[in-house]
């Protein structure tokens, strides 16, 4: 499903759902997003995906991309778990290393956050994956290690709010 192409800086931009047929562009995303975390021998699902983990997963969950003059950028998957709590469940969030640091993750996940989530889910907020073992995580590290914009953006909260009150933040309150 095509949700919106649109020119930025001079590149066609498009996000969409993944279809099995695209399985090996989120792997190769996902591989490359998630080198550092393999470095560091950090357990964590998607440091271990493989083409039949994206392949299964595109088929039984939500996966959306970001497209770049074609090729995909970033992947963020999408899970609904009813029986274990009324928030989406937001996983593999990965950007192409080719495309770190110019706002191409960001981007996807605003876009997943609003029309996705708030829009046609109707909810006001999601759960994420995290690792216990993070380097970045305070339990894991000295506190004064922990980067300054990871600690203010993020803090140790849980959960976005996609509420009307809290969609107009660009930080997301989440609730432990």
Partial sequence: MLYNGKEVAGMSEIYRLAGPEDAGEPLEVISGAYQSIRDLNIEFRAVHADLEMVRSNIQDNHCYVLQLDGAIAATISLKLQHDASEFPF????????RYANQGIGSRLLSFVEKRIVRDVHKAQAVTLATSKKHPWSAS???????????????????????SEKGAGSRSRRRRH
């Fill in 90 to 97: 937001l996983y593999w969030f990965a950007v192409h290393p």
């Fill in 140 to 162: 894991h590290v000295r506190k004064e290690r922990v980067p300054a914009l990871f600690r203010k953006r993020f803090g140790n909260r849980r959960q976005a709010d996609f």
